[in-house]
């Protein structure tokens, strides 16, 4: 039962919505089935929920998964998940901030984990960086983010919200947006429009990096002077002559370059500083 912003929980207490904790609760059953469908979890899986909140989709995880563990930073919530799963073996509920949370401590396995989660949107790009971090051990995510963040995401070269989250993410997984969810599906309803995504870790890197930080330096700089061209924004990172030694034009912006375009700044970048350390 929803009463304002606060929502009845299955033991008859009542817990109101934490706006810090971007606590915006799926109620909407049709929308829940929806979200399971995509996520389509199967007995044989290792599945890891992060901020299951209530509930709304950990009941339906819990019954089709052979081992689901749910990280959740609200100690109330999260007491109460205990209480409606101790008794399940296959399922652990584990109090922490997921930002803290190493994915290693769960399974050594190569893409064996696949994780899942309504996420709290006010963390959610350093949520992706640093599950990002253990990509190897992920089959694949499925998680509601705001819409724009998706944009953001999926974004193509030349487009308005290309950048550092989209590249970065690409350079690791195959994304893909699959449907948007009304606000009228969360109490209380988020102010923006909320969407339904896939990340998939490629097996292979299409793009590979010969040093992953290195690329993250580049595209940070590159997009940190968006409006400036390449030849510019790169400047403090890599000489103009180096940077022709590339089949590039240096009058782009950031915003036309591929992640291969990247990759290629980044590898003569990494190349010099091995050659120097030598
Ligand atoms: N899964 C529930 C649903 O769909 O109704 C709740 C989704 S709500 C948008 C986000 C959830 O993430 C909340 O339960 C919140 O307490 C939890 N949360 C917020 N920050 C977190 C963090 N840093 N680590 C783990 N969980 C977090």
Same mark, same amino acid.
């Given at each position: 039962m929803r009463r304002g912003n606060s929502v009845k929980l299955d033991d008859g207490q009542r817990h109101q919505a934490r706006k810090r904790f971007g606590q915006n609760f799926l109620h909407d059953r049709a929308v829940i089935a929806r979200i399971? #469908?995509?996520?389509?979890? @199967?007995? !044989? +899986?290792?599945l890891l929920e992060i901020g299951p909140g209530q509930g709304a989709l950990t009941e339906a /995880? @819990?019954?089709?998964s052979a081992r689901l563990d749910c990280v959740e930073l609200d100690r109330d919530l999260a007491a109460h998940l205990e209480s409606r799963y101790g008794g399940n073996e296959r399922v652990s509920i584990i109090r922490q901030d997921i930002l803290k949370f190493d994915?290693? $401590?769960?399974t050594e396995r190569a893409g064996s984990l696949r994780v899942v989660g309504n996420l709290p949107y006010n963390i959610s790009t350093p949520v992706l960086f640093h599950l990002i971090k253990r990509h190897h051990l992920i089959k694949d995510m499925t998680f509601m983010l705001q819409l724009e963040v998706v944009q953001r995401l999926t974004a193509k070269i030349g487009e308005k919200n290309y950048g550092r989250l989209g590249l970065m993410l690409q350079y690791?997984? +195959? &994304?893909?947006? /699959?449907?948007?969810?009304?606000? @009228?599906a969360f109490t209380p309803k988020p102010k923006v429009v909320s969407s339904i995504v896939r990340l998939t870790p490629h097996t292979v890197l299409p793009s590979p990096a010969r040093d992953v930080s290195c690329l993250q /330096?580049?595209? %940070? !700089? @590159?997009?940190?002077? %968006? %409006? =400036? $061209? /390449? =030849?510019?924004s790169l400047k403090a990172i890599i000489s103009e002559e180096r940077l022709s030694a590339l089949p590039l034009d240096l009058g782009l912006r950031p915003e036309n370059l591929s992640l291969a375009d990247y990759v290629s700044i980044s #590898? &003569?970048?990494s190349e010099q500083r091995d050659h120097e350390e030598q």
């Open positions: 399971i #469908d995509a996520i389509a979890p @199967a007995d !044989t +899986q290792h /995880l @819990a019954s089709d994915l290693a $401590t769960l690791y997984c +195959q &994304i893909e947006h /699959l449907f948007n969810v009304p606000s @009228a /330096l580049v595209i %940070r !700089t @590159a997009f940190n002077q %968006r %409006r =400036k $061209t /390449l =030849k510019n #590898d &003569i970048i």
